[in-house]
């Protein structure tokens, strides 16, 4: 890195010199282009104070706290060079404890080679993107989730050709339009992942989806304020493996969008509509989704109708969520399991009967049971026996009534049971706490296996 030189001290004394809270003046910024990589590092880290409540992560711990002068920066925690040692190639600084701006004139941009940059969760208090990030042509994968950064996206970004990875999730004041949409994600070519959830997407028509890659395989826009109808001719995704599209409330999927669109989706291995309109969707079509499917919420999302007995021999399915979906029906049949990797299951609605209670015990794989308000009435059956790796249990909601059985609670693994709004009698086991949920009224519906 040329450190023996007289010339290279000077320069970094000079650098040191610099070195405040305040970024470089731009007159100088230009000048300083070529700053080696080691000193450019040194000058970024000390541009930020260190407060461990910028991140919330944990584990936390400030990486930049380590760095020292006297070594060679591709030692440093967080850094990558090259095999040769001559450019830092990646910078990991997730959960360091970064609190302060990122300004145009940053040393950071003095690291052209960057292929892997990630600041996640961090605090950058309200900055705007700086255009210079389009300048990281060789960048593959950029995460700015959880970091505090405010106001529209730089169309600069349009320029990281290579990208294939983007998160900018939870900036909650990071405001993301239509034009810039159509001409950031929709150049952005060999984007695979795209990471937008808890952004701001109210100003977007959801047919402004059409124009993201087709390479995408990841595609995340969980409560960002979409609004309006998804249309037939969007979401051309043919490799797209995991949608999210959860806690938009203001946001339509008919069943013509269902049938056409998610139900063409043959790559789909996980698919998130919780909290969104599906109140068109017949639970018969279900079955129409891609075998290769392994994750199905659609929590509270306005279902309505029968139930089919078959929605659980989705072959490859592992997490099944229907709950808050009180106008369901069904009479779920023994004979109809057929999901042995099954360990997530959620149901809630009306007539379900005491024979699809009964055949659970067929679920051995079970780690998450919820049927909260499915109107079963009688007592608790002897499967909680046979579950032995249930960890979470909810029968709120429901008729249940008698004791309270003393197996329920010798299971190996249950550390959450919720029985509230129940008929239940008999005293709680000495083993166990409980809390008051308010959402069922004083009844206690949440017990937590004491530690």
């Known amino acids: 890195m040329g450190r023996s030189t007289w010339k290279y001290q000077v ?53 930049t706290a380590s760095w020292q ?54 605090d950058f208090n309200g900055s705007l993107i700086p255009s210079e990030f389009g300048n990281f042509k060789s960048l593959i994968y950029l995460n700015l989730s959880y970091s505090v950064f405010a106001g529209q996206i730089p169309f ?24 810039v949409l159509k001409r950031v994600f929709g150049n952005l070519t060999q984007l695979r992942e795209l990471i937008l959830y808890s952004t701001n997407l109210s100003s977007i028509r959801p047919n402004s989806l059409m124009n993201l890659s087709s390479s995408l395989t990841t595609l995340s826009l969980q409560d960002c304020d979409l609004r309006g109808k998804l249309e037939i001719n969007i979401l051309c995704l043919p490799n797209i493996q995991t949608l999210d599209l959860s806690f938009n409330e203001l946001l339509l999927i008919e069943a013509p969008v269902w049938k056409r669109v998610i139900g063409n989706l043959t790559q789909l291995r996980e698919l998130i509509l ?49 709950t808050g979906n009180w106008d369901l029906e069904g009479s779920l049949l023994k004979s109809n399991w057929s999901c042995s990797s099954l360990n997530f299951l959620g149901l809630s609605g009306r007539m379900f009967s005491r024979e ?79 809390i008051v949920c308010g959402k069922w009224g004083l009844n206690p519906c949440m017990l937590f296996k004491k530690t």
């Open 11 to 63: 320069f970094f004394l000079f650098c040191l010199i610099l070195h405040s809270q305040l970024p470089f003046p731009s007159s100088l910024s230009s000048s300083f282009s070529s700053m080696p990589p080691c000193s450019a590092l040194l000058h970024f880290s000390k541009s930020f104070s260190l407060k461990k409540s910028a991140s919330l992560y944990v584990p936390s711990y400030p990486k």
């Open 69 to 122: 002068e006297d070594k060679h920066c591709c030692s440093w925690d967080g850094v990558e060079c090259d095999k040769n040692k001559s450019h830092v190639v990646g910078l990991d600084l997730t959960s360091s404890w970064l609190m302060g701006h990122i300004h145009s004139n940053s040393t950071l941009f003095f690291l052209p080679n960057l292929k892997r940059l990630n600041l996640a969760d961090n």
């Open 156 to 179: 600069e970004i349009s320029q990281l050709s290579s990208l294939v990875s983007l998160d900018l999730s939870k900036n909650e004041l990071l405001l993301i339009k239509t034009p």
């Open 274 to 322: 919780d909290y969104t309109n599906l109140s068109s969707i017949r639970p018969d079509s279900l079955m129409n989704l891609s075998s290769s499917l392994t994750t199905l919420s659609l929590r509270n999302c306005d279902l309505r109708g029968k139930l089919e007995n078959n929605i659980l021999c989705l072959p490859s399915i592992q997490t099944l969520d229907l």
């Open 356 to 434: 699809f209670l009964n055949s659970i015990d067929n679920l051995k794989s079970l780690k998450h049971l919820a049927l909260p308000g499915c109107n079963i009435t009688g007592s608790i059956p002897a499967w909680p026996e046979i579950l032995t790796k249930l960890t979470y249990l909810d029968l709120s909601n429901n008729s249940f009534s008698g004791l309270l059985p003393s197996s329920l609670f010798n299971l190996p693994n249950l550390s959450t049971l919720s029985l509230g709004n129940n008929q239940f009698v008999g005293p709680l086991p000495s083993h166990m706490s409980w």
